[in-house]
């Protein structure tokens, strides 16, 4: 009990834990939050339509969304009918590596989409990460990480806007053309960007001559040079094998 009242302590100055739903769980947390804008339904009535849902100082900077307290939920934050977030600060669980334990077998297997947002508080995030990217992937985890509250809060709150928008609004746009094509041909070589694509092209004017040109000439091109010259040369002259 003492425990999770240093959490919801913790949660209160470091994190974000009031929804899109939010959870509210004890006077630690309600208290914590006495100078944000209350809710109208923080009294856990049903949540309104389009709303986020648990808080604290990420909720100030929520501003595209409405968001409500929901007493019920486990996560800390439900985005969606079937995607909820957990928010975790690395200070925090250098000093209570055990909580974000806890709050996995809470939320047990509710939720299609699960999402561990995490705060980058700390000088060296480097082996936290690791081993965060680690329970991610056993517990079903997407991972993401922030480097302040209000980076946190647009982060939900896109989640939240894109909820029942088409996939094809967060895809890539496809350009059709040859010359994009060829583009893509030649940035899937290492370290070869879209800028050298395109200065190559410009230089020879074409794929065929850029396929016989030597590598020394190749490496005559601006942003180019001698090793990612001979990358291309061999790419491009690279047998083709049959399966």
Do not use: C, F, V, W
């Given at each position: 009990m003492e425990n999770r009242q240093d959490v919801e302590m913790l949660e209160a100055t470091t994190s974000a834990?009031?929804?899109i739903s939010v959870r509210k769980t004890n006077t630690a947390s309600a208290s914590s939050s006495s100078s944000l804008p209350v809710p109208s339904a923080a009294g856990g009535g049903p949540l309104s339509k389009g709303s986020i849902l648990r808080g604290n100082p990420v909720?100030?900077?929520?501003?595209s969304v409405p968001w409500e307290y929901d007493p019920n939920i486990q996560p800390d934050y439900v985005v969606g009918a079937t995607a909820c977030v957990l928010f975790l600060s690395i200070r925090y669980h250098n000093l209570h590596p055990d909580y974000i334990h806890d709050r996995l077998k809470e939320l047990r297997g509710a939720y299609d989409l699960r999402v561990l947002l995490v705060q980058v508080d700390v000088a060296d995030p480097y082996p936290i990460l690791k081993t965060l990217?680690?329970?991610?992937?056993?517990?079903?985890?997407?991972?993401?990480?922030?480097?302040?509250?209000e980076e946190a809060a647009k982060i939900?709150?896109?989640?939240k806007v894109?909820?029942?928008?088409?996939p094809e609004l967060i895809q890539e746009k496809?350009?059709?053309?040859i010359m994009q094509q060829v583009i893509d041909s030649l940035t899937s070589i290492r370290s070869v960007n879209k800028t050298d694509a395109m200065t190559l092209l410009r230089v020879f004017g074409s794929l065929d001559s850029l396929i016989e040109a030597s590598p020394d000439k190749i490496a005559l091109c601006p942003g180019?040079?001698?090793q990612k010259a001979q990358r291309i040369f061999s790419a491009l002259h690279e047998k083709f094998k049959l399966t």
């Open positions: 834990n009031a929804s909720l100030k900077h929520i501003r990217s680690h329970i991610a992937m056993l517990a079903d985890l997407t991972i993401l990480m922030a480097h302040g509250a939900l709150e896109n989640y894109y909820e029942n928008k088409p496809q350009d059709p053309s180019i040079g001698p």
